[in-house]
């Protein structure tokens, strides 16, 4: 069974701050992806990542998919109130038909 | 621009009783999903389907039962509901392999 872990599990920061979340797994993917998810809404995809070592910035936000495939990264620049959510890493499994979502990052952005 | 819509959003149900959930999206996706998010947990896959009459199983799929009989919707069932499945559901869809999915925005499922 493949498995994914999201750490840390809340993170409540100030405005202008940096952070970074992880998303580990002890399997393989073929592609990762981030979400947010806000009260209330489903999932929101914010990036797609496939090749092993691939960076992929959006703004502020930069991501990173491990070498190996098994693990990524989340970095947010200057933080602002209207990131905060709920941060979902999800494995797509070697058929390109399932996916694994990992627990999630609570993260609140304070003013 | 609908996307994918889920119906209904809302519901209460005592133990023992069934219900259905529909799913249903406009963009003519092969994949569907449904999915159980509890707190903590994040999202888990009940069941999925990669084609109008194909289902198959997910990671938690006791309980529950789907059907695709027309490729935009897909139906998840429960023929007696357990206080076990209070949660939020969530259905998605994606066109094909290596694509993203897109979410409806959830249906919250209370058991009594």
């Known amino acids: 069974t493949q498995l994914l872990e999201q750490s840390p599990q809340f993170l409540s920061i100030q405005e202008g701050e940096n952070l970074t979340v992880y998303c580990n797994s002890s399997?393989?993917?073929?592609?990762l992806q981030w979400y947010r998810q806000e009260p209330g809404e489903g999932p929101v995809l914010l990036v797609t990542?496939?090749?092993?070592?691939e960076v992929k910035k959006l703004k502020r936000l930069t991501f990173q998919f491990g070498d190996a495939r098994k693990d990524s990264s989340l970095h947010i620049t200057a933080a602002q109130t209207g990131d905060t959510g709920l941060y979902l890493c999800?494995?797509?499994?070697?058929?390109?038909?399932?996916?694994?979502f990992g627990p999630g990052t609570r993260l609140s952005v304070l003013p | 621009n609908a996307g994918v819509t889920q119906t209904p959003k809302f519901r209460v149900l005592k133990t023992g009783q069934s219900m259905t959930l529909l799913c249903a999206q406009d963009m003519n996706h092969e994949y569907m999903y449904w999915y159980r998010q509890d707190p903590g947990m994040g999202l888990r896959l009940i069941h999925y389907?990669?084609?109008?009459?194909?289902?198959a199983k997910g990671e938690v799929p006791d309980g529950y039962n789907v059907s695709r009989l027309k490729k935009q919707n897909f139906l998840l069932g429960l023929e007696s509901a357990a206080p076990s499945q209070t949660s939020v559901y969530f259905c998605?869809?994606?066109?094909?392999?290596?694509?993203?999915?897109?979410f409806g925005d959830g249906t919250r499922l209370s058991i009594l």
């Open positions: 389907s990669v084609g109008e009459g194909t289902t």
């Open positions: 399997s393989v993917f073929s592609s």
């Open positions: 998605a869809s994606k066109p094909s392999s290596n694509q993203p999915q897109h």
């Open positions: 990542v496939v090749t092993g070592g």
């Open positions: 999800a494995g797509e499994d070697n058929y390109g038909q399932n996916f694994v």
